[in-house]
C-alpha cells in the first residue's frame, strides 16, 4: 500500500470509502455478496464458474480436433476387422495373442466409437452438407454444427407433420 501522511491519508481513506460504498451497491443491485470489503462467492458458484472454464476449453478441444479422432478410431476399427477377417479365413497367420490384441482393438474401437457418438451428441459433430453451390456442383466444404443447434434441427426434422 502507499505511505501516505497527513491530510493525504484522509483523502486517500476518504476515497477508498467512496469505492467500497459504490461496489457495494452495485453488488447489492446485481445480487453478488459482498462482505468485508470483498465480493464474495459461495463454494458451488466458484466450481460452476471452473466448470464451465473447463467445459469451454474442452469444447474448443472437440471443435478442432473431433473429426481426427473420429478418422482414427474408424480406422483402427477396420484395420483390427481386416486382421481379424484374414485369421478366420486363414490368409493371414497370427499367433494367438495377436488374434486377442486385435479381438481387444476392435472392441475397444467399438466402445470409444459409441462414446464420440454420446460426445457429438452433447458437444456438437462435423457435416458435409448435401446441399449444392450456386454453379450446381456440390458444396465440399464441412462445417462444425454445435449441439444446441443439432438438436434444433433434428427435434424440427423430427416432430409430428414435418414434411421431411
Request: aromatic letters at 12%; charged letters at 20%; proline letters at 4%.
Amino acid at each position: 500500500m502507499a505511505d501516505f501522511s497527513g491530510e493525504d491519508s484522509i483523502y486517500y481513506e476518504a476515497m477508498l470509502a467512496l469505492h467500497r460504498k459504490k461496489i457495494a451497491e452495485m453488488c447489492a443491485m446485481h445480487g453478488v455478496p459482498f462482505e468485508n470489503g470483498q465480493v464474495s462467492f459461495p463454494r458451488e458458484d466458484m466450481e460452476m464458474i471452473r466448470a464451465h472454464i473447463s467445459m469451454s476449453h474442452f469444447e474448443r478441444f472437440w471443435k478442432r480436433n473431433a473429426l481426427k479422432v473420429k478418422i482414427l478410431v474408424v480406422l483402427g476399427f477396420i484395420c483390427s476387422l481386416l486382421m481379424l477377417m484374414g485369421r478366420v479365413f486363414s490368409v493371414i497367420e497370427m499367433s494367438v495373442y495377436g488374434t486377442v490384441s486385435n479381438a481387444f482393438i476392435l472392441i475397444s474401437s467399438l466402445i470409444m466409437l459409441y462414446f464420440l457418438e454420446s460426445l457429438e451428441h452433447h458437444f456438437g459433430l462435423w457435416k458435409r452438407p448435401t446441399v449444392t453451390g450456386p454453379d450446381g456442383q456440390p458444396n465440399k466444404k464441412w462445417t462444425f454444427v454445435p449441439a444446441d443447434i443439432g438438436r434444433f434441427v433434428k427435434a424440427r426434422h423430427t416432430a409430428p407433420g414435418s414434411r421431411s
